[in-house]
């Protein structure tokens, strides 16, 4: 078990761990510091209690998850880093696999937990330029041939500075050559109908679609600041029953006359901003965006419908 003063020597350098700042089932995030230099860092490790008490199946899953994370983050060029968290370093420790990467303001749902107590929502200008960010950082993961399929505000992290969002957490991508159904994977209140029902063999069938609808999901709860209804009755299902609830649950419409109502009277714009958000969350993936840059021409469009609104008013 590791504790505040720790170094972790990875293949680049030793890093002094100084505070917890968060983690999963499987992982711990530390606030750390460079033993060289003093660059900060946000170290992963292996939560190494839960894992000397999971079954073997299960610790290997935990440990491809972190090795596919480091390959995924090795093979980015400095340029794609705009938009998706930075690698530092990366090696072993206690024989599993660590990562170190560059150390941002915290989670975007944090951030707007904040903004909102002070009575400064996100509001329609905000979230889309997140939106965009996001579009981005997912159409990098779609080019390096993965699906990330766990998009949701807590593995978005915040540069309050500039205002900048970036992906992290890649633990869950899956080869997009591989059609095939798979286990499942994510997180059931930010899921699509396909990532969370699944098929008569109990398995899930994906594509990069699955991604625009989380987007989707993401774009409503910035702009209203509640969950969409079907993907909170997913989670509510999941927390009761894990995956076998999908198959009890009656899940209410993915976006009901009264939400459309309510995304538009928040957003107080014209119908392409909610063309955008009903495109993104299409029950079928074919009826989805086929690709970032057609999603890029919808969030053009409903920012010029939100400025043509404003001038008009």
């Not at 530092?88 to 903004?115: I, K, M, N, R, Y």
């Not at 905000?126 to 390096?144: D, E, F, G």
């Not at 766990?150 to 969002?165: E, I, M, Y």
């Not at 899956?174 to 798979?182: F, G, I, K, V």
């Amino acid at each position: 078990m590791v504790e505040a003063g720790d170094i972790i020597t990875l293949t680049a350098g030793a890093w002094r761990l100084q505070a917890p700042l968060g983690g999963s089932s499987y992982g711990q995030v530390w606030r750390a510091a460079s033993v060289v230099d003093g660059t900060p860092a946000a170290v992963k490790l292996v939560n190494r209690a839960q894992m000397d008490l999971a079954l073997p199946p299960q610790r290997d899953v935990w440990r491809a998850c972190f090795e596919a994370e480091i390959a995924f983050l090795r093979g980015l060029q400095p340029w794609d880093q705009r938009q998706i968290v930075r690698l530092l370093d990366s090696g072993e420790h206690d024989g599993q696999p660590a990562l170190a990467l560059e150390l941002l303001d915290g989670d975007l749902a944090a951030h707007v937990a904040t903004l909102r107590s002070r009575g400064d929502s996100p509001g329609v200008d905000r979230a889309l330029a997140w939106t965009a960010q996001v579009n981005t950082a997912l159409a990098k993961v779609h080019q390096y041939g993965w699906r990330y399929l766990d998009l949701k505000p807590a593995n978005l992290l915040v540069d309050v500075r500039s205002g900048t969002l970036k992906l992290a957490d890649f633990g869950t991508n899956r080869p997009l050559q591989d059609s095939a159904a798979h286990a499942y994977a994510g997180t059931a209140a930010w899921q699509a109908p396909e990532q969370f029902f699944p098929d008569d063999a109990g398995r899930y069938r994906t594509d990069a679609r699955t991604d625009y609808f989380a987007l989707g999901a993401l774009l409503y709860w910035l702009v209203t600041g509640i969950p969409l209804r079907f993907c909170a009755a997913c989670a509510d299902a999941y927390r009761s029953h894990g995956t076998v609830g999908a198959a009890a649950l009656r899940a209410p419409a993915i976006l009901a006359p009264d939400e459309v109502a309510l995304f538009a009277g928040h957003a107080a714009a014209d119908d392409a901003l909610t063309a955008l958000l009903r495109a993104l969350l299409a029950a079928r993936p074919e009826a989805r965006p086929r690709h970032a840059l057609e999603i890029s021409r919808l969030i053009a469009r409903a920012a010029a419908g939100v400025h043509r609104v404003r001038s008009a008013a």
